[in-house]
């Protein structure tokens, strides 16, 4: 029996509850173990397996476990010091073989829990099959222990979960008919079902650098080209949301977050804005799509690597292609705004810089950026006199760097009306 399911079982004993002897409790644990095998979570994982909790993703079985029980028997006390060195090979075959939307989390010493979003119950376990398979056959030359090693979750919760072994028949027969397959998907169809990306996204929820759980969502907001007055498509808005206490993150608050918090925050935008353009667009292809992405993450090389595929998905469902807004951009030296604009323009149909300050000065050292528009939100509350006065001297600053002015957040079509007359050239209008 694995140690996991026997700390389990003794964890879930009544306080002062002991069996008779040794006999009766190997008994009692080799019971729980016939019935399903009970798994604990760190910690550091049960936050991120809480969106994995809902029944039907259970029920229709696309949520597994692999198991490295048997290299950790066969390195014995070597285990503590090759365990790094065989989580890093685990999660180089789990990234490769993943695709975009599967997911894997590491929930224990010696388990991985797999969801397969997009396969059906058999091919998904055909695959946690096939991913155990390689890992063992590198570490122990075999992979004759794979089909006791993977298990399909029936239940999350209080820190485990409940697993069953797998038909590893039937899924050695999906796999084995898999083999003379094509394409990248040849471990199962994908299935047209409400159990997709809006129960499993990779990126949110997380547990952030100082340990607040955080969680992002995507709204999409319409934007309409001034000139004709027509929808062009929409713009994703970010939202960052603390868990425990229900508070949105401010835009000053997103940006104090470390760098590996805003990368995470802004593939969730991109991953559940894309979700949402799928459903919301009903078929229809959009002219154009605007994406929020932080200077932050362009900054970086794994930002930049990261960000790309998502950004091409994104590209592929609309007819012009995205429209990349960098957020966080004042303060920036100019150079290495240009460098962060150069690479994402081979994807993009326009790269445009949001201010959320809206001076002259501010907007004057975006010259020479690469920024072929500029976009600013709304002030709120302002009677019609002083949105005016804001939007003259806005746009006329702005247009002196870019030949494109996007405001965003207007509250009536007779302001939008006042802005294009005042050369802004795109709007998003306040719902209602």
Request: net charge neutral; hydrophobic share 45%.
């Amino acid at each position: 029996m694995s140690e996991s399911a026997a700390v389990a079982s003794h964890k879930a004993e009544p306080a002062g509850a002991r069996p008779e002897s040794q006999g009766a409790q190997l008994d009692a644990l080799a019971q729980a173990q016939l019935s399903g095998a009970m798994r604990l979570v760190s910690s550091d994982a049960e936050a991120q397996i809480e969106r994995f909790c809902d029944p039907q993703l259970l029920a229709s079985g696309k949520v597994n476990i692999i198991s490295l029980e048997a290299v950790q028997k066969r390195f014995g006390d070597r285990w503590q010091t090759r365990k790094d060195q065989v989580f890093d090979f685990a999660e180089r075959v789990l990234e490769r073989s993943l695709g975009e939307r599967g997911v894997s989390v590491q929930v224990s010493d010696m388990d991985y829990l797999i969801v397969h979003p997009d396969l059906s119950r058999m091919a998904g376990q055909a695959a946690c099959l096939r991913y155990l398979r390689e890992i063992l056959t590198h570490f122990l030359g075999h992979d004759r222990e794979a089909a006791g090693g993977v298990l399909q979750v029936v239940r999350i919760g209080q820190g485990r979960l409940q697993a069953e072994q797998v038909d590893a028949t039937a899924a050695e027969a999906k796999l084995a008919a898999s083999a003379d397959e094509d394409g990248p998907h040849r471990l199962g169809h994908y299935e047209d079902s409400d159990i997709t990306t809006k129960l499993v996204n990779r990126w949110t929820p997380f547990v952030a650098v100082d340990g607040r759980h955080l969680r992002v969502s995507a709204t999409l907001e319409p934007v309409y080209e001034l000139k004709g007055f027509t929808r062009i498509g929409f713009r994703m808005i970010r939202r960052v949301i603390v868990i425990s206490t229900a508070e949105e993150l401010s835009s000053q608050q997103v940006v104090a977050l470390s760098a590996a918090d805003i990368l995470r925050a802004d593939l969730a935008t991109i991953t559940r804005g894309i979700d949402r353009l799928r459903v919301e667009a009903g078929g229809e292809r959009q002219l154009s799509l605007i994406v929020p992405l932080s200077f932050t993450s362009l900054s970086s090389q794994k930002g930049r690597a990261e960000l790309v595929e998502p950004l091409k998905e994104a590209g592929s469902l609309v007819r012009l292609g995205v429209v990349c807004d960098i957020l966080d951009i004042e303060g920036v030296p100019p150079g290495a705004l240009l460098a962060a604009t150069s690479l994402v323009r081979p994807f993009s149909l326009l790269v445009v810089g949001r201010m959320t300050g809206s001076t002259a000065a501010s907007m004057e050292r975006m010259k020479g950026a690469g920024l072929q528009a500029l976009s600013f939100e709304c002030p709120l509350g302002l009677g019609d006199a002083e949105f005016t006065g804001w939007a003259t001297v806005t746009i006329a600053a702005a247009k002196k760097v870019a030949k494109s002015v996007l405001v965003y957040r207007v509250a009536t079509p007779q302001r939008a009306a006042t802005l294009a007359s005042l050369g802004a050239t795109h709007v998003s209008l306040v719902a209602g």
